[in-house]
């Protein structure tokens, strides 16, 4: 699987019911409590910085997903001819969060699921209307989020294709009286924090549970598991073709990719920019890309320019 960088630190057993087992190693893109390494920066357009409201400062955290998602923002607002200066790999959420309420950064990629536990753990929200309604709620004054897209890098149950077609099943609801004969793999603490709960929402039961950790997306192309816990921008999927299950209970928290911003430092231009990527991006796409940039190591600034192209936002 694609390695990245530590997601969580402390929010991982916080968020535990709600985003927190992954075979890539983590949950949370954001929360790695790491020191954050010095901002890489580069810049689109010159500016005074985003206090002055001039230059609109996009961030990023330091793992490929977010640089791609920052670079899409970035591109999209400079083609609607805002003024950006691009700040990427700057570290955790921790830091980067701080920054937004300083007006450093003014717009960051984010994940609603994962930026709600990290602003209030014992949130039970776990459907994007529910997540971004509580977001509002809770968000200090000066940030907001914009719309969320449809693309989701959260949990999710794997099969193959074949495996897909042979059950006959699309979502985790319809494994129901098949699990009992399927074995399932994840990261080790997968089984100790989701087993009673697929239990008490879909009725599942699994015949064996293997610790996978990072090949889970291998063991399910070998045939060792016929479930497997990826996330679903993992690249894997699309390179070993993968289906991701739907989670009709939520059993996964919502992770949809959604801007914060600081909304001192970004007009009606901006915000309509972000809000048109968020109207065309989904999971399949984002994979899609992360294959390029992950597997296929091009470039990301290219590929989100070449997405933006193809999408009719650039």
């Keep these: 699987m694609t390695p990245r960088p530590v997601r969580i630190a402390l929010a991982v057993a916080l968020l535990a019911g709600a985003a927190a087992c992954s075979s890539s190693g983590g949950s949370d893109p954001l929360a790695a409590k790491s020191p954050a390494p010095a901002p890489s920066a580069s810049s689109g357009a010159s500016g005074a910085g985003a206090a002055s409201g001039k230059t609109v400062v996009v961030g990023s955290a330091n793992f490929p997903e977010n640089v791609l998602l920052a670079s899409i923002y970035s591109q999209a607002l400079q083609a609607k001819g805002v003024k950006v200066e691009e700040k990427f790999n700057i570290g955790s959420r921790e830091v980067l969060y701080g920054q937004l309420q300083s007006g450093a950064l003014t717009v960051l990629p ?27 709620a809770k968000l200090p004054a000066g940030l907001a989020i914009l719309d969320s897209a449809a693309a989701e890098d959260k949990d999710s149950l794997t099969v193959t294709q074949e495996t897909a077609d042979r059950l006959g099943v699309k979502s985790m609801a319809d494994l129901a009286g098949k699990a009992q004969d399927l074995v399932i793999g994840g990261p080790p603490e997968f089984k100790s924090r989701r087993e009673q709960q697929f239990k008490d929402v879909y009725g599942l039961t699994f015949k064996e549970w293997k610790p996978t950790g990072d090949t889970t997306a291998n063991a399910l192309k070998d045939g060792g598991i016929q479930l497997g816990n990826v996330f679903t921008t993992d690249p894997k999927i699309v390179q070993l073709k993968l289906v991701s299950l739907e989670d009709p209970k939520n059993v996964f928290s919502a992770q949809n990719v959604t801007p914060l911003v600081n909304t001192a430092g970004l007009d009606a231009t901006g915000t309509a920019a972000l809000n048109a990527v968020s109207a065309k991006l989904d ?31 650039s």
């Design 110 to 136: 984010e994940y609603n699921g994962a930026l709600l536990g990290y602003l209030d753990a014992k949130s039970t929200a776990t459907g994007e209307d529910a997540v971004n309604a509580e977001l509002k």
């Design 283 to 313: 999971t399949a796409g984002l994979t899609a890309l992360m294959k390029r940039v992950a597997v296929d190591k091009e470039d990301p600034s290219a590929v989100a320019k070449s997405w933006l192209k193809g999408a009719g936002l």
